[in-house]
Nanobody, 124 residues
Framework: HVQLVESGGGSVRAGESLTLSCVGS????????MAWFRQSPGKERERVVF???????DYVDSVKGRFTISREDAAKTLYLHMTNLKPEDTGMYYC???????????????????WGQGTQVTVS
């Protein structure tokens, strides 16, 4: 069973940066389809970025050029580096893993996947 724990959220001003971390219970989870999602009050959860087991990343258009996903296998950690933050980036950010496949193929099911508890990002 994959356990994921996010951290690094906080309150920042527009234009500032944050780096979120997602630590897994085992390094191998990083070889599967992974993702960062976010959810704002009153809105549906949306995908921020998918990353395949081979490291190929697929970002939502609104964060391209500002957010970068990376991973550190030895630390069993997935990161989301966020720069030039905007108020519309505000939300709860979740790390997720689909341990049934290596390639996200542009989709990430909500069921039968592993999710962290989330970390709040507030941009004013």
């Amino acid at each position: 069973h994959v356990q994921l724990v996010e951290s690094g959220g906080g309150s920042v001003r527009a234009g500032e940066s944050l780096t979120l971390s997602c630590v897994g219970s085992h390094y191998s989870y990083l070889t599967y389809c992974m993702a960062w999602f976010r959810q704002s009050p009153g809105k549906e959860r949306e995908r921020v970025v998918f990353i395949d087991g081979d490291g190929t990343a697929d970002y939502v258009d609104s964060v391209k050029g500002r957010f970068t996903i990376s991973r550190e296998d030895a630390a069993k950690t997935l990161y989301l580096h966020m720069t030039n933050l905007k108020p519309e980036d505000t939300g709860m950010y979740y790390c997720a893993c689909d341990s049934s496949r290596r390639n996200c193929a542009g989709r990430f099911p909500v069921t039968n996947t592993h999710w962290g508890q989330g970390t709040q990002v507030t941009v004013s």
